[in-house]
C-alpha cells in the first residue's frame, strides 16, 4: 500500500518513487526486493513492494505486466522509467542511471483519448478468424462462438477446433470445472456467471461487497473500488437474481452500478479506480473493464428498463473499442453490442443465445418472447444482423 504520508513525503523532499511489482507466483521477488532494498543507490527513492494483481491501477500505470520489474515515478505520477531484470548489478545500474537522469526526463503520463468510435460489428467475424486460426480464445470469446455457431450451424465446427485461453474457457467446452483461486473476488464472480457452485460461492461473494457498493478487490482487503470488479460482481449480482428473482440481489446489483456510476464515470468512459492520489489521479479506461461494465449496464437496463443503464452501457462499449487491441476486448464488445442494439427479453433461460435477458414478465404471454416492443413464440423467429 502508497500511504499518504509517503506521497506526500516524496512531494516535499523532491525524491523518486521505486515501485517493485510482485506476484502470487513469483518464487523470487522477495529474496530480489529485500537484496535491492539493501543497495545504496536504492536509498534515493522510496522503494515500495506491491503485489500487480491486488493493485492493478498502478500496475496499468507504471509497468507493462512483467514479474518482477520496477516502476520509476516522479511524485507527481510521471513514469521516468521501467526496469525488467533479476539481476541486481544490472538493476543497480538503471537506478542510478535514472537518478542521475532524473531532471532530463521528461516522464510518461497516461493519455486520454479526444474522442471516441462508433462499434463496427463487422469486425466481430474477427473474434471467428482468430479461432480458426487456433489463437487462446477466453471465456467471453467462446460465449459468442457458441452463439454464433448456434445462428449459422455451419460453423459449429469452429467449437471443436476452438483453443481454449483456460480452464475458465475450457469449463464452456468441457464442462471441467476451472479451480479458481477463491483469494480473488473477481473469480467467485466468476464461479457464480457460470453456475459453478453457486450457492457456495454467492455467500462468499456477499462478503466482498461494502456497504455504499464498492468491491473488495481479493481476501486481502487492501483495495476495493477497481472497474473490473465493479462489473464483474455486478454480472454475477444479476445472474443470482435472474436464477431467484430475489430482489435482493437486485437491490444490490443497483447498489453495485451506483458507486461505479458517482466514483468512476466520466464523459468519455470509466476510469478503472477512483482518483485517490497524484499516481492514479488521470484516468486510465481499461478497456476489458470497460467492456465487461458494458455487458453489466446493458443487463441492467434489460432487466430494470432503466435508460440511464443503457446509456452507460454505450459509453463503456464505445470506450473499450476504441481504445482495446486484442480479441478478449473485442469478444466482450460484441456480447455488449448484441445485448444493446438485439436484446430478447425471455421469461426462461435459452441455452448459448447472448441476446437473451430473463425477466420477471416480459408483456408477453405464456414463454413468449419479446424483441422490440413484439412477441414471438419462437426464437427462432428473431433473426439477428450478425
Known amino acids: ?36 532494498s539493501k543497495l545504496q543507490i536504492a536509498q534515493k527513492f522510496y522503494l515500495i513492494k506491491l503485489n500487480s494483481i491486488e493493485y492493478l491501477q498502478y500496475t496499468v500505470r507504471y509497468s507493462r505486466g512483467i514479474i518482477p520489474s520496477i516502476g520509476i515515478i516522479s511524485p507527481d505520477g510521471r513514469l521516468l522509467g521501467i526496469i525488467e531484470s533479476e539481476k541486481v548489478d544490472y538493476i543497480e545500474d538503471r537506478l542510478r542511471d535514472i537518478y542521475s537522469n532524473k531532471d532530463k526526463i521528461a516522464g510518461i503520463l497516461p493519455t ?16 471467428i478468424n482468430y479461432a480458426i486460426d487456433g489463437n487462446p480464445i477466453d471465456f467471453r470469446g467462446i460465449q459468442f462462438l457458441k452463439f454464433y455457431s448456434r445462428l449459422h450451424k455451419e460453423y459449429e465446427k469452429i467449437l471443436k477446433l476452438v483453443t481454449p485461453a483456460d480452464s475458465v474457457a475450457n469449463f464452456l467446452l468441457s464442462g471441467k470445472k476451472p479451480n479458481l483461486d477463491e483469494k480473488y473476488t473477481s473469480n467467485l464472480a466468476l464461479n457464480v456467471i457460470l453456475g459453478i457452485d453457486t450457492d457456495e460461492y454467492s455467500k462468499k461473494l456477499m462478503e466482498r461487497i ?24 455486478g454480472n454475477a449480482l444479476l445472474t443470482l437474481y435472474q436464477n431467484s428473482f430475489n430482489d435482493s440481489y437486485l437491490s444490490l446489483a443497483i447498489k453495485v452500478a451506483e458507486w461505479t456510476l458517482n466514483n468512476l464515470a466520466d464523459n468519455l468512459g470509466f476510469r478503472d479506480c477512483k482518483a485517490e492520489n497524484d499516481l492514479v489521479k488521470l484516468p486510465v479506461y481499461e478497456p476489458i473493464a470497460n467492456s465487461e461494465a458494458a455487458i453489466f449496464f446493458a443487463r441492467l437496463w434489460a432487466v430494470t428498463d432503466d435508460q440511464k443503464y443503457l446509456e452507460n452501457a454505450k459509453k463503456a462499449m464505445n470506450i473499450s473499442y476504441t481504445l482495446g487491441t486484442d480479441i478478449r476486448t473485442l469478444s466482450r464488445v460484441a456480447i455488449a453490442y448484441l445485448k444493446i442494439n438485439e436484446l430478447i427479453k425471455s421469461k426462461e433461460k435459452v441455452p448459448d443465445d447472448i441476446r437473451v435477458e430473463i425477466v420477471k414478465d416480459n408483456g408477453c404471454q405464456g414463454l413468449e418472447f419479446k424483441f422490440k416492443d413484439k412477441c414471438y413464440k419462437s426464437i427462432d423467429e428473431i433473426k439477428s444482423t450478425i
Open 210 to 233: 461494502k456497504e455504499d457498493g464498492s468491491v473488495i478487490r481479493s481476501s486481502r482487503k487492501e483495495v476495493s473500488g477497481l472497474l473490473i470488479d465493479q462489473a464483474m460482481v
Open 112 to 127: 486520454v483519448p479526444q474522442s471516441v468510435e462508433d462499434v463496427n460489428p463487422v469486425e466481430f467475424y474477427d473474434i
Open 1 to 36: 500500500m502508497i500511504s499518504e504520508k509517503t506521497l506526500a513525503d516524496a512531494k516535499f523532499y523532491g525524491k523518486l518513487l521505486a515501485i517493485f511489482f510482485t506476484s502470487d507466483k513469483c518464487n523470487i521477488c522477495d529474496e530480489l526486493f529485500e537484496k535491492i
